[in-house]
């Protein structure tokens, strides 16, 4: 399964926002493929589209999807350098496949900041640089294989030699590998160096409590947004603080807390669905009277594949795809409706599967 880490600097309040996505935490038995781990937080992901469902289908029960965010303590200034804790942290981060970097802004005096003083920008490049070293000693070390090959005109090596050498170029100006254009062949290569600035990145801004309604104004806020501007990045605001209280809270009593605040939605709602599309995920959906369900995919995928997500027998035995779309569905009211109106498909094995797609699959046994 896909994860997102979630780093920071000492102090920044990254325990506590991952202690609520615990608090949160989906049942663990839904989601067998999930991870155990004290590091790993399974999360929900809020899907309006799925309330909608339950109230036309009407099931005995209904299961939301589900995804891991891993918790990556231990940054310290100097980790690229490669000693002890640093070099497990970046290792951590390699095994991630997007990046939720939490940023202090909120003042208190109790709470030391690691650099003595508030400065999100400061903060952000610190660990965005230990990541950029660490990426160009990558790239130093795969020059030194590929340079004699590209000197004997070896056409491969002379290929990757120029996507190093734009690779270096940008670390050396302390630009991350995401900002570096590439053709989708070149990427191919890009991806195979596994490197840190390579992956989708989004930050947190975490301020106070009482900063978050007009957080905007929050002069951090608005430096963290310019700054995640030149990286092609999104911002989720939050207060860390109150998600740990709204995450002891259900239902209803969420819903109030939520109003009272002023906020149509959590900060973490808001950040679990960024994250997830950050991650290249999407969501279909089962609607049957036992259960109405959604599935999480990576876009891009076939028909089979997506009942592989299932169970395996439903790829291996994959014969068809009754497939309608969330949205007209919803417009017939009805499977028997949509399928009245010619609105349900059968799909076959080349079917790419798109985000909203209400599928029943056919298959042998
Ligand atoms: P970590 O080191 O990044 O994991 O940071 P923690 O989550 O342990 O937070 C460090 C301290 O900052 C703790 O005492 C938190 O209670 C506090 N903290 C976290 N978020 C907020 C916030 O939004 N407002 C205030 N005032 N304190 C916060």
Redesign the pocket.
């Known amino acids: 399964a896909l994860t997102a880490g979630i780093v920071?600097?000492?102090?920044?309040?990254?325990?506590?926002?991952f202690n609520a996505i615990t608090q949160a935490g989906a049942e663990s038995a839904n989601y067998p493929f999930c991870t155990i781990d004290p590091n790993v937080g399974i999360v929900e992901v809020p899907d309006e589209r799925l309330n909608k469902l339950t109230e036309l289908v009407k099931p005995k029960k209904t299961v939301p999807t589900a995804f891991e965010f891993t918790d990556i303590?231990g940054i310290v200034k100097g980790a690229s350098k490669g000693e002890g804790l640093g070099n497990q942290f970046l290792s951590h981060i390699r095994q991630v496949d997007a990046i939720c970097h939490?940023v202090r802004c909120?003042e208190?005096e109790n709470?030391t900041h690691v650099s003595g003083t508030v400065d999100p920008i400061s903060d952000i490049e610190t660990i965005n640089l230990e990541l950029i070293l660490a990426d160009l000693e990558t790239v130093t070390k795969r020059f030194q294989r590929v340079e004699k090959l590209a000197r004997q005109k070896d056409k491969d090596a002379l290929v990757e030699f120029d996507i190093l050498t734009k690779l270096k170029d940008a670390f050396e100006n302390e630009k991350p590998a995401r900002s570096v254009e590439f053709t989708d062949e070149q990427l191919k290569t890009v991806k195979g160096l596994h490197l840190l600035t390579q992956k989708p990145i989004l930050y947190v801004a975490?301020?106070?409590?009482d900063e978050l309604l007009d957080a905007d104004e929050n002069p951090y806020v608005k430096q963290v947004k310019a700054f995640a501007a030149t990286d092609a990045a999104e911002v989720i605001i939050i207060?860390?603080?109150?998600e740990s209280e709204i995450a002891e809270l259900d239902g209803e009593e969420k819903d109030m807390f939520l109003e009272e605040l002023g906020i149509p939605e959590s900060g973490l709602d808001q950040l679990i669905k960024a994250t997830y599309s950050l991650l290249g995920l999407a969501t279909y959906f089962t609607a049957g009277e036992q259960e109405v369900r959604a599935w999480t995919f990576v876009k891009g995928i076939k028909a089979p594949q997506a009942a592989g997500i299932i169970h395996t027998d439903f790829e291996r035995g994959f014969i068809r795809a009754e497939t309608v779309s969330y949205d007209d569905l919803v417009d017939a009211g009805s499977m028997a409706v949509a399928k009245e109106r010619g609105k349900v498909r059968l799909e076959g094995k080349e079917y790419i599967v798109k985000d909203g797609d209400v599928i029943h699959f056919r298959f042998n046994v």
């Open positions: 920071g600097l000492p102090n920044v309040g990254k325990s506590t926002l303590a939490v909120f208190d709470i975490n301020v106070g409590e207060s860390a603080k109150v």
